[in-house]
């Protein structure tokens, strides 16, 4: 079925350097979203990407969207402590109502 | 964006036992989702509860275990029946705007469940 794969796993950054996490599906999507999970919180919607080559900022964030719409990757430049959380990306599932989310990336900022 | 709370917020129930969860939205929305998440993993979608028809189930869950109401456009109950240890999770349930799978999720801040 349909699935979105998300590297890595884990990322410890010192505080102050920048973070990327990368996301990969095997077929061509129509979008793909990003959220980010505090510890101890629920996920909370980032930036959905729709066009081919697409990228978006946010402060200190920005989002690509590939050339093939088969990857996306989020880029935080010089990380603060409140950047810490799980971030998801997620992609169309088997049907219009259903979004597939990747296992996440958690970053862990050293003081 | 949305609005969401969740009733409880967390419970210990005893095996055997059924839950009932509760999420209220302060708008109308069409599409509902509960989705489950162990701690450190990532979310597994239960069911969509779109309100004006049934409630659709992903592989792995079944109505009679896990329950849905979707009585109007702000409202939803997920029950957890007959439980288990291994029913226990963080549930949380969203609401999606758009249309054609390219929708925005927004989440409750989920109900913790333990099973003693």
């Known amino acids: 079925g349909q699935q979105v794969m998300q590297i890595p796993q884990y990322q410890h950054v010192q505080e102050g350097e920048d973070f990327t996490t990368y996301c990969n599906s095997s077929?061509?999507?129509?979008?793909i979203q990003w959220y980010k999970q505090r510890p101890g919180g629920h996920p909370v919607f980032l930036i959905q990407?729709?066009?081919?080559?697409e990228v978006k900022k946010q402060k200190r964030l920005t989002f690509q969207f590939g050339e093939a719409k088969k990857n996306s990757s989020l880029h935080i430049t010089a990380t603060q402590t409140t950047d810490v959380g799980t971030y998801f990306c997620?992609?169309?599932?088997?049907?219009?109502?259903?979004?597939?989310f990747g296992k996440g990336t958690r970053l862990h900022i050293l003081p | 964006s949305a609005v969401i709370s969740q009733k409880p917020s967390r419970d210990i129930c005893q095996r055997g036992t059924s839950l009932t969860i509760q999420c209220q939205v302060d708008?109308?929305?069409?599409?509902m989702f509960w989705y489950r998440q162990q701690p450190g993993q990532s979310l597994t979608l239960i069911a969509t509860?779109?309100?004006?028809?049934?409630?659709?189930?992903e592989s792995g869950f079944v109505i009679d275990k896990f329950p849905i109401s979707r009585p109007n456009l702000t409202f939803s109950t997920l029950t957890v029946s007959n439980m288990s240890p291994e029913d226990s999770s963080i549930y949380l349930c969203?609401?999606?705007?758009?249309?054609?799978?390219?929708?925005?999720?927004?989440f409750g801040p989920g109900t913790r469940l333990t099973v003693t």
């Open positions: 969203s609401v999606g705007y758009g249309t054609g799978g390219r929708y925005e999720q927004y």
């Open positions: 077929t061509t999507l129509s979008n």
């Open positions: 990407l729709v066009k081919s080559g």
């Open positions: 997620a992609g169309p599932g088997d049907r219009d109502d259903k979004i597939i």
């Open positions: 708008s109308q929305v069409t599409m």
């Open positions: 509860a779109n309100q004006g028809s049934e409630a659709t189930y």
